[in-house]
């Protein structure tokens, strides 16, 4: 990938803050692969460049600042954002629309999964901020929760990757597609407590009545 070994050569020179900055920028949704990034900051851990575990922490307040950013500029701004050129550019009409559809399909639920959809990520965190229908610790709850699983598995699979590169690049691919598999697994655990959480909850409901 020439977007991964550019990202390495920049990384190598400036270590954190490069990593850093290149993560914020994803959140304010420049195209660049956030996955890609932490594998980048991984490798250069691995190369010697750079503490892995210090790496895994600048992974989480890069991820985790540009997304409470893009919910902060919704929430102070609200829809005088969309006029600002450089948000037009990434919360087009379509992709507007496909927000507001999840949202009033999923509800909140979506933040937690918004991690895992390039390309709707930045809109539907600068919506939520739009919508104050969640507060902002709330939304770092959620979007940290799901940062917890993308985060470490990038950086250390770019750490254990980094001298066997035929390795990595395939266990890149199979990362993305395990990690959607991983997150509908908790979808669906999570969805089955709360169905039997409710089922448990009437016969107490219609007792007290």
Excluded at 41 to 65: D, E, P, Q, R, S
Excluded at 131 to 140: A, E, K, M, N, V
Excluded at 158 to 184: F, M
Aim: glycine share 10%; with cysteine.
């Amino acid at each position: 990938m020439d977007s991964l070994s550019l990202l390495v050569s920049v990384f190598t020179d400036y270590g954190y803050l490069a990593v850093f900055l290149v993560l914020l920028a994803c959140g304010f949704g420049v195209p660049i692969p956030e996955d890609i990034t932490l594998v980048a900051g991984g490798i250069i851990a691995g190369l010697g460049y750079a503490n892995v575990h210090t790496m895994f922490f600048v992974g989480m307040a890069g991820v985790l600042v540009g997304d409470s950013v893009m919910f902060l500029l919704g929430r102070y701004y609200g829809a005088h954002v969309l006029r600002w050129r450089w948000v037009a550019r990434i919360m087009t009409p379509d992709r507007y629309s496909a927000v507001q559809d999840k949202f009033s399909r999923y509800g909140n639920r979506v933040l937690f999964v918004a991690r895992f959809l390039p390309g709707l990520r930045s809109p539907i965190f600068l919506t939520a901020g739009m919508s104050h229908c969640i507060s902002y610790w709330r939304f770092l709850l959620l979007d940290g929760l799901a940062a917890l699983i993308s985060v470490p598995i990038w950086v250390y699979l770019g750490y254990y990757g980094a001298y066997n590169h035929e390795w990595l690049l395939l266990w890149i691919k199979r990362g993305q597609t395990g990690i959607l598999v991983l997150v509908a697994l908790i979808a669906v655990i999570v969805g089955v407590w709360y169905w039997r959480h409710r089922r448990c909850s009437r016969p107490t409901q219609a007792a007290q009545d």
